[in-house]
């Protein structure tokens, strides 16, 4: 009798173990203690190219070598059928939601059932939008107009517009929800928002030419900014609206690019604030600045397999995430393995962003963007 029960107490193990391994659940999911870490990369994120990783919603699991996982089917096509310019993306633990912007609309999609909810279009058009904390409202810039729409994350239904005229292209949304901050590729001037009252509350600048991509800190005291026909970034005081420092690469010459007419598209901060990257497209290069100090001095640089056009880093800071589809460990400044889709072909997107899953739910979401998340008083400021 004890020999029966022991073979059967066995046998019911390995078909616990085995269930276990077979179950698509176990995919999204590493425990009851540990959240699954996922990247989410909408495509086509390089224009409208589709030999960059075809159209869809690719899913990588991080914890795993970035191995693929899915692709999930996303709207966004034009009126000929054909998948259009992916402009950006971002994602809400509080709603489970992910949206999508291409030049024309913005995509809803539940993060759960993994579908489509509702898909919209604005006045002219749309461009990489930022996401309120709570995943109540979202800032989406015009196609490169003089507005945003503020939109309601519910139903997409438009609460305000802002105008600050500027070419609407880029924006950030403050990690305490307060200020959205608004970049335009016609100004030299980066607007501040107020997120309550949903109007400008002041400018930051002017930058030397117009700016590009742009990042902040988690204290939302200074702003780092590219700008045309500069191999760098200047760097701004938030808090006085003044222009602090240009910074110039040194060591690389600045050339034609293939996309996007500026030398540097692409700038982030590792989320304990302690480097600030920086893409080099002609060059095909990322270069590292030490952003303890003031103004940033410049660390390394390293080779990518194609011209960058954005960079983004995991939540731990661990990993960065540059367009050109690379993986790159933070720490050493190593390669260490490159986004490849179901059939193995090279993914390259500038819109991506991390989410961690657990128990079949989303916990907390990255940011298409390299922001600063350092919120305490011991962080750096501007004067020092």
Known sequence: MFCYELRRTILVLMTVVLCGLINPATTYSQGPSEPQRL???AVPGIRNYLEY????????????????????????????????NVKG???????QRLYITT??????IDLVSETLIWERGYEGGCD????????????????????????????GDVVATIRPESGAHNTVYGLDGN??????????????????????????GPFSHSIRPFTVNGRQTLCFVNINEL?????????SGKKLHRITVEGFKQGAVKRHGCPSHGIGLTPDEKELWVTDGHNQHLHVFDATVMPPKQLTS??????????????DGTIAWPSTGDIIDVGSKKITAALTDESGASVMSEKMVEILVQNGKVVRTGDQFGVGRVTGSSQRTADE
């Open 39 to 41: 990247l989410y990369v």
């Open 53 to 84: 990783g075809g159209h869809g919603l690719l899913v990588f699991n991080v914890n795993d070598g970035h191995k693929f996982v899915r692709r999930i089917a996303t709207g966004g096509l034009g009126k000929d059928g054909k998948p259009i």
């Open 89 to 95: 993306i971002a994602a809400s633990a509080t709603t």
């Open 103 to 108: 030049i024309e609309t913005l995509q809803c």
């Open 128 to 155: 990489r939008m930022a996401i309120a904390p709570d995943g109540g409202v979202l800032y989406v810039p015009s196609f490169e107009k003089g507005h945003w729409h503020v939109v309601s994350g519910e139903t």
């Open 179 to 204: 200020y959205c901050y608004l970049a335009g590729l016609r100004s030299p001037l980066l607007t501040v928002a107020d997120t309550q009252t949903h109007s400008i509350e002041k400018t930051v």
């Open 231 to 239: 191999l760098g970034f200047e760097v701004g005081d938030i808090t």
């Open 302 to 315: 390293i080779k990518v397999r194609d011209e960058p056009g954005w960079i983004t880093f995991s939540l």
